[in-house]
Structure formats: structure tokens, C-alpha cells
């Protein structure tokens, strides 16, 4: 390793300063820049190129299950926002406003979607007329605005990307099930495409959507134990329906009201790939999303031709096989180039030297466990697309693992204080108050996250926090 | 026909109104609607599925080039938009202005992009550092609001959704390549894509972007002899480098400015489908871009159940082939569903009866030609795609023959008076004064639009308007 090369990408120890380690990976690697607004991000190539595998990934799931795709205005009518109480209670304070058009004051105020609810359920009242338009589902892809006071990059950024999705059906039943059903779609998309376990499950009234009758999330564990919540679907009841008109002509001849469910996955996803498998090296990124699955690294290539020849050719046939394959033949050190990609999280590194090519074998390097082995130069385009399914499987079991490793079981205050601090989720049984939340939240910094798949024995537990009889199995942690 | 089904979806005559015809189009075949704020519009499933078949074709051959996305902030210091001065003269009386979060007033008013030439400007500044650094070519595809008078879906509308490419290079001559390069995939995308001919060259100082130093356009003819701007480039000089301070060390060691180029394409191509091949029955879509490609409608299936099991047997089949068909298997007339589709544009009806049935045959009837004949059952799978890619074809040369039929040669203004009014563009020789332009525009309501790839006679023509010696052979044309 040429002198030098090992400075080159260095980013803070992840065991010592995670929160630096974080920022660092994000800018180092180029996933992302600050924006010229406080508050804002840009999205470099290799970040954008994530959210791409993203969107593809999800998109496809969408319309398998029927979903198609439309795309709403961004301004809002701020007198649309006022129609639903809760949710100009919850969105208020954080929404953009636009007040003029070139020198001129518009009539009426204009809101930056901060989630389109409200201006689809306006479009939902004109077009449902009748049973025969239900159920209606659309998606659309789209930025929102939510003006945070503290911001991080992918985490929470005044302007983010998303999917909101908005369904419309004839009975409560089928709305609360689309919601249950798209929360499983996420929970599959998160396991399968970002290697990454989730929790799942209703969230406490506290937690919910503003103007939702329930809302479900997905919280994933990141490796300083605190939670990421990475997707929520929502059953939104009638409370739209109300607000906004959205009434069908039902098989009996009677005028009812919609009910609705919407949900939404954003451009976190990625704050939750980097902080879910990230090590002290960098990024370490699930094959599926990976915008480079594979970097062949040439070695000594200036004195030996047949290196840069064969590595090209290795190339071409991995590209063959749709592996994203890139070649690093830049007049820079191998130490370099591995600290390059590593920093970048590309799953594999393909390394060919004269003795390798002489010897008809490359020398692979897993990101994830950085395992290395030699592997014959012709079996490399049949055995690298089984190889980046089993480093999916591998860092998914790997993050399950941690996951599992961190969750205490606590029946006390004092118990939930330590596991916190050690960096776990709380498993615990709660009353159902809002005030003990509301502790615990100014005690600890922790907040409910879902409720426990396993609600059986509730009933022979008090609450963690006032000893009252429980009433709820839940999770409690830190949340980004 | 049962009574009342030609009247469904009655749309107002092409050849008497064609203003009300292009909105009942948009309107009745459900591309989109009107947003609630004037000036908006929704892109509703059908009209947006046309646009993600537009995207993945632009966004493959945008790749082929070399070019990644990346996505940049929509809010825009306000600062950023004076500091190139032509831009900020062309933009600020249509941008939208952001002044307020919640109830707090904002310390620097931001703009909704109306075009990101400079919030991107200056991030280019902070990431290029060398020649090492160059070309960088990014796009990004995102929403932009201008704030216009008079609006019109898909044509002129305040939020609309586009690409905008913007690439960086060490000389003028690069970037002023990359713009003519990018005008010719543009244009390779009208053709082949969405069947569509078009007028490529560079436009007149008066039409250019403000900020270029030189803008190409495509122009389409429309059914109405008039002319849509459907995809722009620009060769940007050094304009934005200087007022962004975008410099590079080159190889010699100096640090210079950069020269770059930007090009977009937006949802106003949906427009111009809409008026380069819809007719008296409605929306004609080329194949490429139609998210029904074949429909196929079983015909007393309620009598004769053989009828249903074979319709979506076939669909089976065409599916598997990636033919992206419906079956419409609704309990209403065929009538009925004829004008629906009919309306819709999609290239290709099967029908499908009982008699068919029994002889092994299926009738299809072609939606850009009317043409009906019969096809063997098992002989669809294999014919359809080719049927697909003749009727693209035959779409083109259909619309390439009525534009080379409406471009008028003109060598005075009461020729060019005639030719506009008769439905035409004017081939003309030109002085290159902006005096002429505005005269035209004033008495005639047309523009320039592209220089005439043929200039090799134009020292012996004289300008036809003022009389003076001809600097230009050009296209005046009516425009949307």
C-alpha cells in the first residue's frame, strides 16, 4: 500500500463517534452532498443510483399488487390542509408556503405537499362515483417538503423523495387490510432487497399518522441499537372521506363514504442500508441495491497488457450476465482503489495480477465478511451471481443476528434505562397511557416504536413504567 | 351498437375545433384532469403510464451516453436566480416564491426551480476540482414550476415534470457537441419512439434559453399545422461557470472556466403525441409509448363460456411475449367498449366471437388505419409483435408525410400569411433581425422556430420580410 493511501478515505471510528461515522460515510463515499439551503440535500450519482434500485424494486411489488401509478400537483390549497383537524395539527407547523408569483400576491395561499392526502382525497371525490370504481389504488413518486428543525442527510431533510400510495375501498375492513397487506409488502422489500430485518406492527395513538385511525410501521434496528423507523402504512378510516366528500353509490342504492389507507417508504431507506450494515470501513451495500456489485481491480497492469486485456474481458462477460460490474483500471495504487470501493460498499472485489492470470484464477474479496479466495477465471461469470445472493443472505442473517442480540425483555424503568443505554430495543408491556410515554420519552429519549407480533400474555403484566395493569407488548427504543 | 354507446365518449369534431377536440381527448380517455389550484393539472394513471414508458426510453439512452442521475434541491435561493443575468430576466416574473414555514417568515426567500441551471451551478463549483473531474454529466428527472398565464394540460402548465440534463466539459467545443448530440437522441426518440417526426436546428437569438449562448430545438407538427417545441438543448458557453465561479485545473496547470450544456424533455411530449396522431375517434398512440398495446374483447362470452376461456388464454400468451394487452371482459356492449378503446388510442383490437371461435381465427383491427382482417388463433403470439412495429412505422410515415405536406415554401409575407392560415410552416429566408421576428409575430402570431439544416442557398435569397439580403433560411411556424 503506497504511503498515504490508507488516509485517504478516512471517516470516524463507528465505535467511538457513530453519529460523525455516519455523516462521514455519507459525504466520503459521495452518496450525497449538503444543498445550498439549510436544511437540504443533494443526491449524488451513487446515492440517486440506490433510491433507482429502490424505486425499480418497489414499483414492481406496487403493481403486482394492482397498483398503478399517477402523479398529483405539489401546491396544496392551504384551506385543503385545514379540512382534516388532526392533520393541519401534525403538518402545520413544518409546511412551506407560497405567498407570491413573480412580483405578484396569489389569492390564496399555497402549501408544498408535505404528504398529498388531502389534494388526492379532492380528486378522489370527483372521479369515485360509484361500487364500480372501488377498490381504486394509486401510487405516486414524488418529493414532499417538511421543513425539520434538525436535520440529517436521508434522515430528515426539509425536501425528501417517496412513494405515498392511496387507496380507496368500500368497507373499513378492506382499507385496515390493504394497509396490513402493503406493510407486509415492505416488510419483504426491506428482508429481500436491503438485507435488512424489520419489526413490525401497529403503532401506539401517540405515534400515528395525523388524521389516521391507525397507523403500522417498520423499524429497523441500526447498529448503535436505536431505531430507524423505515416505512408506515396508515388505515385512514372515513376521516378523509368526511373531509373531504368522497362518497359511492353502493350496490343498495345508498350514498357511503370511502374508507381509505395511504403508506409511504422514502429516501431513509437509505440512511437505514448505510446505518444497518455499515462498518469501520464505510458503506457495505446489499448486492440487490448496490449501484457496483462487483470492481475489478487490475494489478501491475502497466507491465503486463494481458492483465488489462483479460480484466476487460471479465467485464464484458459479467455485464453479459446483468452483474453491475465496473473495471478500476485509474492510474492510482491497488491500496487506493481498495480503500476506494470498500468506502463504497461494493459487495465484491475481483483482483487480477500477473501470478493470478498465470494461474487462470482471480482473487475474490467479500465486502461483508472480507473473506478472500481465488476462483478459477471461468467460473466467475457462473458463480458471481449465486455469490451476491449468498452475501444478501449472509448480511441479512449477520443484521438479524445483531437484532435479536439487542432486544431486552425489561419489567422496570430502571431495567429499560440500562438496556437503552447499552444499546438495545425494550421489549416490554405497557398500559396504554399516554403519560407513560410521555415519561419515558423525557426520562430516557425513547419513544414507542410497535407494538409485539406476540400480544398473549398481556394480561399477566403491569407497565413498565407505572405498574398499572398492561394493556399492550411493545417496543420501546431510541429513534432516528 | 346499442343505442346511446356512440355517445359515451363524444368528443368534439378535430376538423372544426380543435382546441375543444385535444382537451375532450385529454380529458375523456382519463390521461389526466384539472388540479384544484387554476393552472394545475393530475396525471392520471393512463396519461402517467405514457410517461414512465417516455422516461425509460429517454433514460436508456441517456445511460448509453454516459450520463447518471442525480437529484438536486427544489428550493432555490433566491441570489442564485440574479446572478446570470439573462437567466434571471427570463424566469423571475413566472417563479414561484416560498417565504414562509409554518408562521415563521424565511431569511432568504426561495424559488421553486423553474430550471436548476444554477442551484446545480453551484454545487458543480464545489465538486469539480481538476481536468480529471470532466465531463461530468448528470440528469435528474423532477417536477419545475413556471408560472404561466395561459395554461393547458400536458402543454403549458404551472408544474410540470421533465429531465434536465446538464453536462460540464474543459472546451466550448465539447459542450456545444454534447447539446447537438443530445438533440440527436431527442430526436431519434420522437422518431422512433413515439413515432413522431421532427425539425431539428438551432434557434434564434429571440427563442433562446435565457442563459445560452445558443439553444437547438425539435419542433413537431401538429394535426393543426402548428408547431410544439418538444425538446430543447442548449451549448451554455461559460455563462454559468462565470456567475457560479465553475472552474478546473487543467493539464497545463491553469485553472479555467468550464463550458457546459443542458437539455429537457418533459410531459409536453404527451401533448404532442396527443396532436401528431389523434383523430376524429380520439388518442392514437404509437406502440412504443401505449400502456394497452392490445385489447382484446371477447363478444357474446356470456352465451357461449368457450369464448372467455380462449380470450384470456391469449392474454396469457401475448403476456408472456412482454405485449402489454387487457382483456375487457366488463358486462357492457361491444359498442361500448370499441369507442372506449378506440378513445384510448390503443393500437390493436382482437376480437374475438363465437363463429371466430369456431374457426380458428381472431378478428384484428388496426387503430391507426381501421383496417380489420382475421388472423389464426395460434398465429397471434407470433405475429403481434411485428404488428406493433409496422404500425409504429406506418404511424411515422403517416405523420412524416402530412408534416413534409404542410411545410411551405415562402417568399413574401402574404405567401407566408397564406401558408400559415392554411395550416403550414413557412420555409423562408431570413435577415436575422429581431425587427423582422417581432413583425411576424405581431401580424401573423407566428415564431421562428429552427434553422433550416439546409443553408447553402441562402446567400441568394433576400429576407421575407423586409426585402434585405437573407442571413438565414429558417422555419417560421404558429406554436403552442
Request: hydrophobic share 40%; glycine share 6%; aromatic share 10%.
Amino acid at each position: 500500500m503506497a504511503k498515504g493511501d490508507r488516509f485517504v478515505n478516512q471517516i470516524a471510528d463507528i465505535h467511538t463517534d457513530y453519529t460523525k461515522w455516519y455523516t462521514d460515510v455519507c459525504l466520503k463515499s459521495e452518496l450525497c452532498d449538503y444543498g445550498p439551503v439549510k436544511g437540504t440535500m443533494v443526491f449524488r450519482p451513487y446515492g440517486y443510483a440506490i433510491w433507482e434500485r429502490i424505486q425499480a424494486e418497489a414499483d414492481k411489488r406496487f403493481k403486482a399488487h394492482g397498483v398503478s401509478n399517477a402523479y398529483f400537483p405539489m401546491l396544496i390549497p392551504q384551506s385543503f390542509l385545514m379540512r382534516e383537524a388532526e392533520h393541519v395539527e401534525g403538518f402545520a407547523p413544518e409546511v412551506a408556503t407560497v405567498t407570491h408569483v413573480g412580483n405578484t400576491e396569489l389569492a390564496e395561499k399555497l402549501v408544498l405537499r408535505p404528504t398529498s392526502e388531502t389534494i388526492i382525497g379532492n380528486m378522489y371525490a370527483k372521479w369515485i362515483e360509484s361500487y364500480r370504481d372501488l377498490p381504486l389504488k394509486l401510487n405516486q413518486w414524488a418529493n414532499v417538503v417538511r421543513w425539520e428543525k434538525t436535520t440529517r442527510p436521508f434522515l430528515r431533510t426539509s425536501e425528501f423523495l417517496w412513494q405515498e400510495g392511496h387507496t380507496v375501498f368500500a368497507t373499513p375492513e378492506e382499507a385496515d387490510n390493504d394497509a396490513l397487506t402493503m406493510l407486509d409488502v415492505y416488510k419483504e422489500l426491506a428482508n429481500d432487497v436491503l438485507a435488512m430485518p424489520v419489526l413490525t406492527g401497529r403503532k401506539s395513538e401517540k405515534e400515528k399518522f395525523a388524521g389516521a385511525v391507525a397507523t403500522y410501521g417498520m423499524e429497523a434496528m441500526m447498529k448503535d441499537g436505536k431505531s430507524l423507523q423505515a416505512g408506515t402504512t396508515h388505515f385512514l378510516g372515513d376521516n378523509f372521506a368526511k373531509a373531504f366528500d368522497i362518497k359511492f353509490l353502493d350496490k343498495d342504492g345508498a350514498h357511503k363514504y370511502v374508507y381509505q389507507a395511504s403508506w409511504g417508504i422514502s429516501t431513509r431507506l437509505i440512511g437505514a442500508v448505510i446505518m444497518a450494515h455499515g462498518d469501520e470501513r464505510g458503506l457495505c451495500l446489499p448486492p440487490p441495491v448496490a449501484p457496483v456489485q462487483a470492481v475489478i481491480i487490475p494489478i501491475g497492469a502497466a507491465k503486463n497488457p494481458d492483465v488489462s486485456v483479460k480484466a476487460a474481458e471479465i467485464k464484458a462477460t459479467l455485464e453479459k450476465a446483468d452483474v453491475r460490474v465496473t473495471l478500476d483500471d485509474r492510474d492510482q495504487s491497488p491500496g487506493f482503489k481498495f480503500n476506494h470501493w470498500e468506502l463504497r460498499g461494493v459487495p465484491v472485489r475481483i483482483e487480477l495480477g500477473a501470478r493470478d492470470l498465470e494461474s487462470g484464477v482471480v482473487t475474490v474479496a467479500r465486502r461483508d465478511t472480507s473473506e478472500k479466495f481465488t476462483m478459477p477465471i471461468a467460473d466467475v461469470v457462473k458463480n458471481l451471481p449465486k455469490l451476491l445472493k449468498d452475501i444478501a443472505k449472509a448480511m441479512y442473517d449477520k443484521a438479524n443476528k445483531f437484532t435479536s442480540e439487542h432486544i431486552a425483555r425489561v419489567n422496570s424503568l430502571d431495567e429499560m434505562s440500562a438496556a437503552l443505554d447499552g444499546g438495545n430495543f425494550c421489549d416490554a408491556y405497557w398500559c396504554g397511557d399516554r403519560e407513560c410515554e410521555d415519561k419515558i420519552k423525557n426520562l430516557y429519549s425513547a419513544s414507542s416504536r410497535v407494538f409485539n407480533a406476540d400480544q398473549s400474555d398481556v394480561g399477566e403484566h403491569t407497565c413498565v413504567c407505572c405498574g398499572k395493569k398492561a394493556k399492550h407488548r411493545i417496543y420501546f427504543a431510541r429513534a432516528y
